[in-house]
């Protein structure tokens, strides 16, 4: 299973690291919450090297969705 990735859209990114960011292109997730929440997005997509980042996790806010990646979970809120 792969994920396509529209590389005609590019974006640079100042702040991630030390470095500036250009990101690899554009893709469209799915992401189901809760077992019947289904939200559509479009992201950016690049790598990072020598980091890890979840970017734009903005939606489940409104859907009362908290996401802690230091613990490593995800409540209701």
Do not use: H, N
Not at 28 to 44: E, S
Not at 53 to 76: E, N
């Amino acid at each position: 299973m792969g994920c396509y990735v529209d590389r005609s859209q590019s974006q640079d990114c100042v702040g991630i690291g030390d470095m500036v960011y250009s990101t690899a292109g554009r893709s469209r997730i799915k992401i189901t919450l809760a077992g019947y929440l289904v939200y559509l997005f479009d992201i950016w997509v690049g790598d990072l090297p020598g980091l890890e980042a979840i970017l734009g996790m903005d939606f489940m806010v409104p859907v009362g969705i908290r996401l802690d990646l230091a613990d490593g979970s995800l409540s209701p809120g």
